[in-house]
Structure formats: C-alpha cells, structure tokens
C-alpha cells in the first residue's frame, strides 16, 4: 500500500465520523439546546470586562481595544 491508499482511507474515515455527528433534532428537544448554559461563552459581557482588565494589566493591546494598557490597573 502506497501513501495514496493511506489517504483515502484516512478522508473517508473523517467524512464518515462528521457525518455521524448531523442529527435531527425533534422540537421537543431544542428548549434544552436553547439554554444559555450551552452557549459557546454563556456569560459574554463578564468576559469582555474579565479581557479588558487582563488587558490593561498586562500593559499589550488585545483584540478588543485599540490601545495598550498602563500595567498598573488602570483603565
């Protein structure tokens, strides 16, 4: 078997194990997915103050501000 057998085994294996994970999900079950618990960032407006503050506590410009921080805590 050469490399090309390898990587068709291995591209039919993933799309086989993505494909598993598409479901139909009945009406009656959404209510749980629509919960705020599983969201991706449950508490969104926590974490952008917790990286505001990382931010300007670390003195470094982060992806949610234009300018850096002083390093010494203050906003």
């Given at each position: ?8 085994i291995?591209?039919i ?6 494909l598993?994970?598409?479901v ?5 079950e ?6 705020s618990?599983?969201a ?8 952008a103050?917790?990286a ?9 410009a982060?992806i ?6 002083g390093?010494?805590?203050c906003?």
């Open positions: 078997m050469n490399i090309t057998h390898f990587i068709v291995f591209v294996l993933f799309s086989v194990s993505g598993s994970g598409c139909n999900v009945a009406p009656w959404r209510g749980n997915l629509a919960k618990e599983m991706l960032d449950p508490n969104p407006l926590q974490s103050i917790q505001h503050v990382y931010g300007s506590r670390e003195a470094a982060s949610n501000s234009s300018g850096g921080g390093g010494c805590g906003f």
